[in-house]
């Protein structure tokens, strides 16, 4: 294809001019677009904090959280209690009586396990009550949040308050937080 490598120079140099207007004139228009958005931030947690349904929401789970403790503590004291049985009693047992406590002792603690996993651990019933609980309010707060950034022109809306926030500067005049707040309470 290239005769000499001359051509093949020129040939390369223009590719790569051509290349880099092209990136250049793209970028610039990406910039132009950009200024036509507006970008806020809203505190999530504290408009969650602020909705009454979140409150009335965070009591029944503590209250079923609680419960839930107060009857894996009831397991617990009864399989230290049994341990605590075996280990005063266990010099004057004969080996069969000893095999059948043990079996017992582990059984008592297989079942503490899995209610704790099953109620209290991840994935466990508390965690999924949480959910069910908080879904509705948090689709309430995103639906004030979309009607918020819409009547104040927003084209994004960023949240400062998650874990791994994204927001490492950001304007007070562009803090949507007391607006939602004002739009949930309309």
């Known amino acids: 294809m290239f005769y000499n490598k001359e051509t093949q120079k020129s040939f390369l140099k223009g590719t790569f001019v051509a290349s880099f207007l092209g990136l250049f004139l793209l970028a610039g228009t990406a910039f132009v677009k950009q200024d036509d958005q507006r970008i806020g931030y809203v505190d ?4 969650m904090q602020q909705m009454p349904e979140a409150k009335g929401a965070e009591a029944e789970l503590q209250k079923t959280a609680q419960r839930w403790e107060v009857e894996f503590s009831q397991l ?3 399989y230290e ?3 605590s049985d075996y280990d005063r009693k ?3 047992m004969t080996a069969s009586a000893k095999e059948q406590k043990e079996k017992e002792i582990i059984q008592k603690q297989q079942v503490l396990q899995e209610y704790q996993q099953k109620k209290l651990g991840r994935g466990g019933e508390l965690e999924r009550k949480q959910a069910e609980l908080l879904k509705p ?3 309430k707060a995103i639906g004030a949040i979309e009607r918020t950034a819409k009547k104040h022109g927003y084209t994004m809306v960023l949240d400062k308050s998650s874990i791994v926030s994204t927001v490492l500067y950001a304007d007070k ?3 949507l937080t007391f607006k939602v707040l004002d739009e949930l309470n309309k």
């Open 44 to 47: 999530s947690e504290k408009i």
């Open 76 to 78: 617990k004291k009864e």
């Open 81 to 83: 209690d049994l341990l």
């Open 90 to 92: 266990q010099a004057t």
């Open 137 to 139: 309010i948090r689709e």
């Open 173 to 175: 005049k562009d803090d």
